[in-house]
């Protein structure tokens, strides 16, 4: 029996040292996700026959919004992002619990997750499981404060871990490798973790992404998904003092 389930594929563009600009491939035509970048998209879409339809934008880095004016100006494609200032030139502000309905399998709730930066979004799409955060959670990680705080940060984890465990998270970095370092300092006798560096060491071999992760295998081996309330310390803190250890590491 044929399946109405329209095919969705979700490719990886390695943009700068370091980022992906994460591209959602429906029928022929596609959304980007954070392109700090123009030319790894067009140069996708040119290769492949397909149309650029939407960019969604998580925060206003220019490693993540570089490409964007450059990408409209050549393809039309419609911009979602943050329903504040700094994205003035948005088609679609987003707010907390907003919902975007492209068709079927394509629908995304907006969640509020600032820390990184003060009006940070992630994209989550309950029938994919899947979250594009930016740079709000990465393997075995997180991101640094810019103007945002530790403490927003912690809670808007605590928001993605009440996501379903198979939730497949796309984060916008390759930090794995260094994030593993830091949390073997934290905690040097976590199996999961020793297991998960060693998968994550042959998949850089072959060049290939550590991404996307889980919420459960974050849960499994990201320090800062893994505070839990002590006697003496509130989980909270915990957390502020873990993401300055990280700093300073
Ligand atoms: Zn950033």
Redesign the pocket.
Known sequence: MKSNRPHIDIIPLPAFSDNYIWIIRYENKAIAIDPGDANPVLHYIAEHHITLTHIFIT?H?P??TGGVRSLVEQTGAMVYAPNTARFSYADQPLNDDDAIDLGKDLTFRIINCPG??IDHIAYYNPELNTLFC??TLFSAGC?RI?DGSALMLYHSLQRFAQLPGETKVYCTHEYTLANIAFAEHVEPNNDALIQYKKWCIAQRQQSRPTLPTTIEQEQAINPFMRVRDSAQIPAEQQFIELRKAKDRF
């Open positions: 925060h880095h490693d993540h990184h930066t930016g740079d991101g810019f």
